[in-house]
């Protein structure tokens, strides 16, 4: 005869499968890291100039602010004019495909974005955004 089980031993639970639970888990945490980039605000308030013509762009590798009183940060970190070269030559030399966004106050003087823009081209990146606002 075939072998019988009785149909208490079906129903019990083996064991619980939680390869779907940790498959769910990872594509959340890659959309929260995406999404976190995105997202990612300035973090003086500047007045960024309007442009007409102004395009989306992807998220660039590093970011340098420079506010309406001549401030310099680097993603979100204050930093000397004297030291910005040095911090984007680093940059630069961790990522090969190294991009960068200057973002300006409106009311700064033409040199202090000239001067930022300068420290990103001698410090080895090549790819450059001004951030601006649209028009809308």
Not at 1 to 26: C, E, F, K, Y
């Amino acid at each position: 005869m075939a072998h019988a089980s009785s149909s208490s031993q079906d129903d019990a639970i083996q064991g619980i499968n939680v390869t779907p639970l940790v498959d769910i888990m990872l594509v959340l945490i890659i959309i929260f890291m995406v999404a976190s980039q995105v997202g990612k605000v300035l973090d003086l308030e500047l007045q960024l100039p309007k442009a007409s013509s102004a395009e989306s762009a992807p998220p660039p590798t590093i970011t340098i602010e420079v506010g309406a009183k001549g401030e310099l940060q680097l993603d979100g970190k204050a930093i000397a004019a004297a030291d910005l070269e040095a911090a984007v030559r680093a940059a630069a030399a961790a990522n090969a495909d190294a991009q960068a966004m200057v973002a300006a106050d409106e009311g700064v003087p033409y040199a202090a974005v000239v001067a930022a823009v300068d420290a990103v081209r001698l410090g080895g990146i090549r790819q450059l955004g001004l951030a601006v606002r649209g028009e809308k």
